[in-house]
Structure formats: structure tokens, C-alpha cells
């Protein structure tokens, strides 16, 4: 694919950054037919992309706003995905529990109004639940004071994972999808966009692209293209953190996830089973300068570790944390400095240059979002109308499934060539750690298969090793080092600088 890069005269879309919306968008595009390159300064998903709450879902709390569209939309987003792509999206029973006399009557509607706004897309019917019957699904919960719940569904899935089979979707269909490949600049002739400037990072070498569109895609770093374009460009985001904590599994049992609709700060936070532990979440903090890797704040930790332990079979401490994920959600300005407050819906505009910018929106979203900008890019561009088709596309992979604990399901039909891979060297079957449900096999698949380049790309994304167990990832390092060496022929220098650039990073998924 990198050898593409210099020999195609013109692109028709060139999407910059490889997040849940970049993906989409070269998905989209290349379905449809068109000439498609897609470039990634870091690793796919390696930005917001990865360090989502891991639902596929409508969004009680913007049901609770009000914001009916946004609901609607992503009920509808989140029944195609779980169609389109049954070996990533499953579905997961929720517990609301209610400790207010209103509580109880209020969820209970909401939530069937939720079902009926999925239609015939629902996951399964919400129920009103008795005191009793919330602490069967919920033991954890505090029974002092708890008066029933509502259980209700919604879809999960691996996020990095989704976007590897986006961009091998896309690349599927034709597209040419390249990580470490950043955009340092825009091409223009008569004042229009026309192109772009691109360094590709791991061999250290420049080329300029020609592109008929050019699609911005770059999430918390929408400012960064804006300015390339203009200088004088008014910013658009407003980025704002949320983290997460990991405990094992022992902490919520039950297997269904528990949703707090209003902490004492009116904030939402989940608790939610995932790769056999949980995820704890989240927050929403203002942030003024996006990084691409982002450490949560104490007292961010300090507010979920508080408000967590009121819902968990017992109160977790700090050497519980398995791991500490933060990601930032770049949010469309609006006219209120408390970020919780603003959209969730995504934003285009098109600058007088022709660089067309998409921002904001979610991941259940992503298709949705590159329907509605590749319409505008299609015309803004002059392209041949061609229909979008991936309301019914099915993702890299497709496999129907039923087993979600089966090792190895969320690859779907590749499962059975990593399998193939075990065939031919049995120890490839080991795990990489006792602690961690990875084996070696994956980590050769995704270096020959899923453009891994990294140690980093290996345990944190197509792996989850760092955001399940940071400790465990961190000792597992110099192995997935050593195997992705030996497939990529690189020395023992190169293995030690891996594990020390892995290790920078890991650190911050661990308490101070
Ligand atoms: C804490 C949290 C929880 C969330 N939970 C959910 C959830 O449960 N469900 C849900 O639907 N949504 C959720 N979201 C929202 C969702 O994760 C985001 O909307 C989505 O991931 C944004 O994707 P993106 O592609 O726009 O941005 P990103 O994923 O950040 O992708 C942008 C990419 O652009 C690349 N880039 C930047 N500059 C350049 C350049 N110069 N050249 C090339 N590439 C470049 C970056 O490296 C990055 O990979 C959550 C968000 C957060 C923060």
C-alpha cells in the first residue's frame, strides 16, 4: 500500500486520520467505488478511537437531554452495526437501579420509549425489575434504600478491534489505508484544496499526494488541518477527557453492567463487563491541548473510585486498578464552557478552500457520519453519483455468532487462518502472559495481516493487554517485541527500544 502512495497520479478521496471516523468514511467511499486513500499519523484508532466506553449504543443520557434526533439516529446506527457486523457487536443487559421513589417510574418509561424508538433494530425489551429481582442481576448493589431497577439492552464491542476490520473492510473494497503516515501540509492550486503534503513516519520520507476531495477526519486535532489550511481559522473543537478504570471481574459478577444515570454531580457513569473484567467510567473534563496520549488527571480517578464503590460487591482499592484509560472527545464549540453540556452530534463544513472537516458524533455514529459527508464531498468534488451502500455492508470478517466467550470470535472468519497459523508452529497456541487471554498467534496474524508496527500497536490495540492489565502488558513487552522483530527483521537494538517506548507509555495506565 505504501508503494501506492507514489504511483497513483490523482486520488479521488483522500480521508486524513485513521480514528472510528476516518474509517468510515474510507469505507463508505471505497464501496461506493471510488479511489480512496486513507492516512494515519500514529496506529488506527490510536487516538479517541480506542479508549471508548465500549458501547454501541443509543444514549439514555441524551434520551434524558431531550436530543430525540441523536437517539434516533443511533438506534438505528447501533441495530446495522450488530447486523453488519455480528463478531464485533454484542449485546449486553443493563441494571439501572433506582434508590428514589421517581426513579423507578421514570427509567421504566424512558426505556420503553427507548425500545420503541429501536423499532425492529431493538436488542430485546426493557423490563421493570423488583427490588429482589435487581439484586439477582446486580448483586453488588447496596440493598439499603434500594427500591427495584430497570434492565435494558444495548450493544458492546472492542473498539480498536472494529476499526482494524473497518480499515481492512475498506481496504477490501480497494481503498489504500496507511498508518504512520501523517499529514504535514495541504497542496493548493487556485486557492483550493488539491492535495496533500505527507510524511511517512517510520521511513522518514515525503510525498505529495493529489486528491479530488480532501476530508479532515482528525478528531481532537480537526484545529491542526483547519490552521494548515488557514492560519486564521476560528477553532472548532472543544476537547474533553473521560477516563476509565479496570478491575477483574470479581468486582461485578453478574455479567450484566450496571448504569448510574446521575451520580451527585449529575454525571453518567457505567460499570461494564468487558474481555472478562470491567470497565468503570467515565468523566468529562475540559482539556486546552490535545496529546495523542492523554493520562487521566487524580482527581478524575478519585471521582470514580468514590462514586464506583457504592455499586461494586466490595469497595475496590487502588492496587484493584488493572488499568487507566483516558480518551478525549472532540466536541463541536457550542456556547458553554461545561463540556457535558455540549453536542454529541457530528459537524461538517466545508472551508472556502474545498477542505472538507467532519468532527464530533460517536462511534455508534461512524457509518452515518461518512454517509453524510461523502454526499457532500461526491458533489464538492464533481465525482459520478454512486449510491452509498454500507447500510447493509457487511464487515470484514462477518460471521454470525452466538459464543461471545469463545477464544478468539471477534476475528470472525480470520479465526480460522490464525488457527492455521497454530497449525504450523504449536507454541504460536501459548499465551503471551498467565494474566492476559492473548496468544502469540495474534500477534504474528496482526503483524502480517493487520499492519502492527509496533509493540505499542500490539498490546494496546490489537491486543487490549494495556487496557485490561497495564502490569501484565508491561512484562509481556519484551516477548511481543522479540516476535514482531523477527517478522519485520529488525535487531536486538530495536527490540529494546520498543520496550522502552512501550513503557513510557504504559506507565501512565497505572496509578502513581
Ligand atoms: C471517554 C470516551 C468514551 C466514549 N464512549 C463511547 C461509547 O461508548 N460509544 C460511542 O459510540 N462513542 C463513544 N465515544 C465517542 C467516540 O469514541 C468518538 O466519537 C470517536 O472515537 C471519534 O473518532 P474520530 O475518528 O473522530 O477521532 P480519533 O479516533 O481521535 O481519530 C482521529 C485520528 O486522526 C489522526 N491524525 C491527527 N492528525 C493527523 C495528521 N496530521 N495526519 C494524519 N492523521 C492524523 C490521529 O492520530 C487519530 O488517530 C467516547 C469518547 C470518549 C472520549
Known amino acids: 500500500m505504501i508503494q501506492q502512495l507514489d504511483s497513483i497520479p490523482e486520488w479521488d478521496i483522500c480521508i486524513i486520520g485513521g480514528g472510528a471516523t476516518g474509517l468510515g468514511i474510507a469505507v463508505d467511499a471505497a464501496s461506493r467505488g471510488y479511489k480512496t486513500l486513507l492516512l494515519e499519523k500514529y496506529d488506527f484508532a490510536k487516538g479517541t478511537s480506542s479508549k471508548s466506553t465500549k458501547l454501541v449504543h443509543g444514549g439514555v443520557r441524551y434520551l434524558q437531554q431531550g436530543n430525540i434526533k441523536l437517539v434516533m439516529e443511533a438506534l438505528k446506527e447501533r441495530g446495522l452495526l450488530k447486523k453488519n457486523a455480528p463478531h464485533l457487536v454484542k449485546n449486553q443487559s443493563f441494571v439501572i437501579p433506582n434508590y428514589k421513589w421517581w426513579e423507578h417510574p421514570f427509567y421504566g418509561v424512558g426505556l420503553k420509549v427507548y425500545d420503541w424508538m429501536a423499532g425492529s433494530l431493538g436488542l430485546g425489551p426493557s423490563q421493570f425489575l423488583n427490588k429482589e429481582e435487581t439484586l439477582e442481576l446486580a448483586p453488588t448493589l447496596d440493598p439499603d434504600g434500594l427500591r427495584g431497577g430497570v434492565l435494558y439492552h444495548d450493544g458492546q464491542f472492542d473498539d480498536a478491534r472494529l476499526a482494524i476490520h473497518l480499515a481492512m473492510t475498506a481496504a477490501d473494497h480497494g481503498a489504500t489505508v496507511i498508518n504512520y503516515c501523517s499529514v504535514e501540509g495541504l497542496l493548493k492550486a487556485n486557492d483550493k484544496v488539491c492535495g496533500v503534503i505527507v510524511k511517512d513516519v517510520l521511513r522518514n520520507s515525503i510525498s505529495e499526494i493529489k486528491a479530488k476531495a480532501v476530508i479532515n477526519a482528525t478528531g481532537v486535532f480537526t484545529d491542526s488541518i483547519l490552521k494548515m489550511d488557514d492560519a486564521d481559522a476560528e477553532t472548532l473543537v472543544t476537547p474533553s477527557q473521560g477516563i476509565h478504570l479496570v478491575f477483574d471481574k470479581e468486582f461485578l459478577p453478574a455479567g450484566n453492567a450496571i448504569m448510574i444515570p446521575k451520580t451527585d454531580d449529575g ?54 486498578i488493572r488499568s487507566i484509560f483516558a480518551g478525549l472527545r472532540p466536541l463541536v464549540k457550542g456556547n458553554t464552557k461545561v463540556t457535558a453540556a455540549l453536542s454529541r452530534d457530528h459537524h461538517i463544513s466545508v472551508s472556502d478552500s474545498e477542505l472538507i472537516t467532519i468532527t464530533g458524533g460517536k462511534w455508534t455514529t461512524y457509518r452515518k457520519m461518512a454517509e453524510d459527508v461523502m454526499e457532500i464531498a461526491i458533489h464538492k468534488a464533481g465525482l459520478p453519483e454512486k449510491e452509498c451502500i454500507t447500510n447493509a455492508l457487511p464487515i470484514h470478517g462477518y460471521k454470525e455468532t452466538e459464543d461471545y466467550n469463545e477464544p478468539l470470535y471477534y476475528y470472525g472468519t480470520d479465526k480460522k487462518k490464525i488457527e492455521a497459523l497454530i497449525a504450523t508452529d504449536r507454541s504460536l497456541g501459548d499465551l503471551i ?73 504504559a506507565k501512565n495506565y497505572l496509578p502513581a
Not at 502472559?433 to 502469540?440: E, G, N, R, T
Not at 496474524?445 to 491486543?463: G, I, P
Request: charged residues 25%; proline residues 6%; hydrophobic residues 45%.
Open 433 to 505: 502472559h498467565p494474566s492476559l487471554p492473548f496468544i502469540k498467534a495474534e500477534i504474528v496474524w496482526a503483524v502480517q495481516n493487520e499492519m502492527c508496527m509496533t509493540a505499542e500497536d500490539a498490546l494496546s490495540r490489537r491486543t487490549r493487554a494495556l487496557l485490561l492489565d497495564a502490569r501484565a502488558a508491561i512484562e509481556a513487552a519484551p516477548l511481543i517485541a522479540s516476535i514482531i522483530a523477527k517478522e519485520l527483521n529488525k535487531d536486538e537494538t530495536w527490540i529494546k527500544m520498543q520496550v522502552e517506548d512501550f513503557n513510557t507509555i
Open 267 to 320: 454525571r453518567v457513569l457505567f460499570a461494564v463487563p468487558w474481555h472478562n473484567k470491567i470497565i468503570v467510567g467515565t468523566t468529562d473534563t475540559p482539556v486546552d491541548h490535545p496529546t495523542e496520549e492523554p493520562v487521566a488527571l487524580e482527581k478524575e480517578i478519585e471521582f470514580v473510585m468514590k462514586h464506583i464503590a457504592r455499586y461494586l460487591s466490595k469497595d475496590p482499592s487502588y492496587v484493584d
